[in-house]
C-alpha cells in the first residue's frame, strides 16, 4: 500500500482533533502571555506606590512640654510681706524625761501666695535658760552679708547665715539682755538682709505683745 493511500485512510476526525488541539495551545500561549503582562504591571504600580511612601519624610513629633518645678520664694525684689497676728508661745520635749523647751514665734507671709517669707523663733533651751533666736530667710540671699536684727531705730545686731536647704535659709544668734530688754520694750523688730543683687530686704515685726508672749515661757 503506497504513503498516500495510508494517509487518506486516517479518520478525518483525528486530524480535525489535532487542529484544533494546536489552536488551544496558540491561545493559551496568548493567554498566559497577557495574563504575566498584567502581573507585572500590577507589581510595578505596588513597587513604585510603596517607594514613594518610603521616600516621604515621617512627620516630626511635637516636642514633650517641659514642666519647670515651680520656685521657692526669691527675693529678687521686696515682696509685700505682712507678719501674722501675734507671737505664738509653744513648749515641747523630746520624751518625758527631757527638760521642757518653749519658744515664740513671729511669721512673715507673703500677701499675694500665703508662702512663709521669713520667720523669727526665740527658743529658751531648758537647762541654759539662756534665750536663743532662730531666723529662717528665702533663697537667694547674699550669704556673705548675713543677717541683722534691729529693733525700732537701735543698733543692729548681725545674724551669720548658717546653712540652707529647700526650705529656705537659716540664721542664729544669741539673745543678750540687751537685746531682750529692747524686744520688750520696742515697738517693731527689723529683720534686713540682702538679695543676689546686694540689695537690701527689711521686714518689719510688731512687737505689741512680746513681752507678754516671752513672760509664758521664760
Known amino acids: 500500500m503506497s504513503r498516500s493511500a495510508a494517509l487518506s485512510s486516517k479518520p478525518p476526525s483525528d486530524l480535525a482533533l489535532t487542529a484544533s488541539h494546536m489552536r488551544w495551545i496558540s491561545l493559551k500561549g496568548r493567554s498566559v502571555t497577557t495574563a ?3 502581573a507585572l504591571s500590577a507589581l ?21 512640654p517641659q514642666v519647670t518645678p515651680a520656685p521657692s520664694p ?16 509653744r513648749c515641747s520635749s523630746a520624751n518625758r524625761e527631757a527638760p521642757l523647751e518653749c519658744a515664740i514665734e513671729q511669721n512673715a507671709i507673703l500677701t499675694k501666695t500665703g508662702q512663709l517669707f521669713v520667720m523669727v523663733n526665740i ?11 532662730f531666723v529662717q ?34 540664721a542664729s544668734a544669741s539673745v543678750t539682755p540687751e537685746l531682750l530688754g529692747a524686744l520688750k520694750s520696742g515697738k517693731q523688730l527689723k529683720v ?21 508672749a516671752y513672760d509664758k515661757i521664760r
Not at 504600580?45 to 518610603?54: D, P, Q, R, V
Not at 527658743?123 to 533666736?133: E, I, K, L, N, S
Not at 534686713?192 to 507678754?212: C, G, R, W, Y
Open 36 to 38: 504575566a503582562r498584567l
Open 44 to 64: 510595578l504600580l505596588f513597587a513604585t506606590a510603596t517607594l514613594g511612601l518610603a521616600q516621604q519624610a515621617p512627620k516630626a513629633k511635637a516636642p514633650a
Open 74 to 89: 526669691s527675693p529678687s525684689a521686696a515682696p509685700p510681706a505682712s507678719a501674722t497676728p501675734g507671737w505664738a508661745a
Open 123 to 133: 527658743r529658751v533651751p531648758g537647762d541654759t535658760r539662756a534665750p536663743v533666736a
Open 137 to 170: 530667710l528665702p533663697l537667694g540671699l547674699n550669704l556673705p552679708a548675713g543677717a541683722k536684727f534691729q529693733v525700732d531705730d537701735g543698733k543692729s545686731i548681725d545674724l551669720p547665715i548658717q546653712t540652707c536647704e529647700n526650705s529656705g535659709c537659716y
Open 192 to 212: 534686713s538682709f540682702q538679695n543676689l543683687a546686694k540689695e537690701t530686704i527689711t521686714v518689719p515685726m510688731p512687737l505689741n505683745d512680746f513681752a507678754a
